[in-house]
């Protein structure tokens, strides 16, 4: 369903010329729904310009936090991954230690 009303308004978006700021800040919302934080940023920052609004403001702040969120949370994979590598190569190390004993 996320995918016809964004397409809905990507087109009125065109048809508009970009100048409805609350056609921009709905597909910032949808984007934001999706998970595209940072498209969606883009969208309600044009809508904010265009017209300030407390839909859109709440809408960015949503993204924005998100957004930060999940860079958190790739932040604490990446620092997982390189733990369990290290490990991985100080097995592997004391393993060909030991075969050569």
Known sequence: MNDIALSSYQKAQEISEEKQPWIMSNIGNILKNRGFYTESIKYLQ????IQESDYAYD???G???SKDEEATKDQNHIKEGQRKLKEYGANLLISKTNQQD
């Open 46 to 49: 044009k809508s904010l310009a």
């Open 59 to 61: 809408r960015l702040s």
């Open 63 to 65: 993204a924005i936090k």
